[in-house]
C-alpha cells in the first residue's frame, strides 16, 4: 500500500514538473538544468518566541523561481531531487544562498538567531557531508548563530549509523540537530538514544488538529508527553489560529511556526519583518 502511494505521489511530483519543459526533457534534467541557473531559491518562514513575542530565527524553505510558471512548491520537485541524487547540488545552492543572505544583514540577526535548512537522509549520509556543513558555518560573517540542521524525510527514515555518527559529529562542532515531522516516522523512536538531538519539530498535522474542543487534543497530548519525557525541546509547527496557540502556551510550548504568525517569505519580506521587529 505504502510503495504504491509513494510511487503514485512520484508520478504526480514529476507530472507537475513536465508541464512546464520541453517535451524532451525527463524531469531530471529539468530540475538539473533549474538548478544549475539558480532557480532553486531560498524562502524563510519565521519562527516565534510565543512567550516574549520576538524572532527566534527562520526555517529556510525552497522554492522553484519559474520563468514563466512563477513559484512552484516543493512537494512537486524534493521527491524527484531526492530520487535522483539532485537533493545534494540542490541543496549546496541553497546553503550558499541562505550564507549570502545573511551575510549581507549580519548586523540585524540577534545572537543566537536559528538558521534552519531541511537535509535529507540521501544527503547526510553521502561522503562529503560533515566537509560540506563544516564549510558552510565558514562562509558565515557572523559565528554566534544556530545553524540548524533539520532532519527531513517524507518516506520513512532509514537510520543507520553512519547517519547517526555524521549528525552527532556536527553536533559536537555546535550545529543544532533538529528531527522534523516528529510523530510522523516509523523508525523516529528507535534511536533516539543514539543521537544527539537538540529538538524536536511537532508536525503539523498533530497542531492542525486542535480546534477548540477538548478532545482534539489527545493525539497532540500523547506527543507532547512523549517529547517531554525524552527531554527533547519543542518547536511546533503549522500553527494556524488562536485556539492553538491558546493550546501550545498552556503547555508551556514556546518556540512556534505558522501562518498565524508568519508564512514563508522571500528574503527581502524577511528583511522588513526582521526590521520592524525591536532587536533583543
Ligand atoms: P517541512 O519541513 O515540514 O516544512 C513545513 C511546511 O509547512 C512548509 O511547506 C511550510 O510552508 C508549511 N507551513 C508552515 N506553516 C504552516 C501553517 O501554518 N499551515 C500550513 N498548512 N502549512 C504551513 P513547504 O514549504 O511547501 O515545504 C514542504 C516540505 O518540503 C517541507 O516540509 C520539507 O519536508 C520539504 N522541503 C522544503 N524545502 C526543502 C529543502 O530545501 N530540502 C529538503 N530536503 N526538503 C525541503
Ligand atoms: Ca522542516
Ligand atoms: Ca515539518
Ligand atoms: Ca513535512
Redesign the pocket.
Known amino acids: 500500500g505504502i510503495l504504491i502511494f509513494i510511487l503514485l505521489i512520484s508520478a504526480a511530483a514529476a507530472y507537475a514538473i513536465d508541464k512546464y519543459l520541453n517535451k524532451n526533457d525527463t524531469p531530471e534534467e529539468t530540475l538539473r538544468r533549474a538548478i544549475a541557473k539558480g532557480e532553486i531559491v531560498p ?1 524563510y ?1 519565521p519562527i516565534v518566541n510565543g512567550r516574549e513575542g520576538t524572532l527566534r530565527g527562520v ?5 522553484w523561481k519559474h520563468p514563466k510558471a512563477g513559484y512552484i ?3 512537486s520537485f ?1 521527491p524527484v ?2 530520487k535522483s541524487g539532485l ?1 545534494v547540488p ?2 549546496q545552492s ?1 546553503m550558499m544562498q541562505v550564507a549570502a543572505n545573511m551575510n549581507a544583514i549580519a548586523s540585524k540577526l540577534p545572537s543566537g538567531f536559528h538558521v534552519g ?4 537522509a540521501s ?1 547526510i549520509t553521502s561522503l562529503t557531508f560533515v566537509e560540506e556543513c563544516l564549510r558552510y558555518r565558514d562562509s558565515f560573517n557572523r559565528d554566534d548563530l544556530n545553524l540548524v540542521i ?1 532532519v ?1 524525510e ?1 518516506e520513512p527514515l532509514d537510520v543507520d549509523e553512519d547517519l547517526v555518527q555524521r549528525l552527532n559529529t556536527l553536533h559536537e562542532n555546535g550545529f543544532v540537530i533538529a528531527l ?2 516528529f510523530g510522523t516516522g516509523y523508525s523516529g523512536l528507535s534511536y533516539l538514544h543514539d543521537l544527539h538531538i537538540d529538538y524536536i ?1 511537532i ?2 498535522s498533530f497542531v ?1 488538529r486542535v480546534n477548540d474542543f477538548p478532545d482534539s487534543t489527545r493525539i497532540l497530548d500523547c506527543v507532547l508527553d512523549l517529547a517531554r519525557k525524552l527531554s527533547l525541546s519543542i518547536v511546533a ?4 489560529t488562536k485556539a492553538q496557540l491558546d493550546y501550545l502556551n498552556k503547555n508551556n510550548i514556546v518556540f512556534l ?4 504568525f508568519y ?2 517569505v522571500t528574503f527581502t519580506e524577511f528583511v522588513m519583518i526582521l526590521l520592524s521587529k525591536p532587536k533583543v
Open positions: 524562502f518562514q526555517e529556510v524553505l525552497a522554492r512548491s516543493p512537494a524534493i531531487a531526492e537533493i540542490l541543496t541553497l535548512i531541511n537535509f535529507s544527503h533539520e527531513t517524507r522534523d515531522d519539530k508536525d503539523q492542525g509547527e503549522g500553527v494556524e511556526q505558522g501562518y498565524y508564512k514563508p
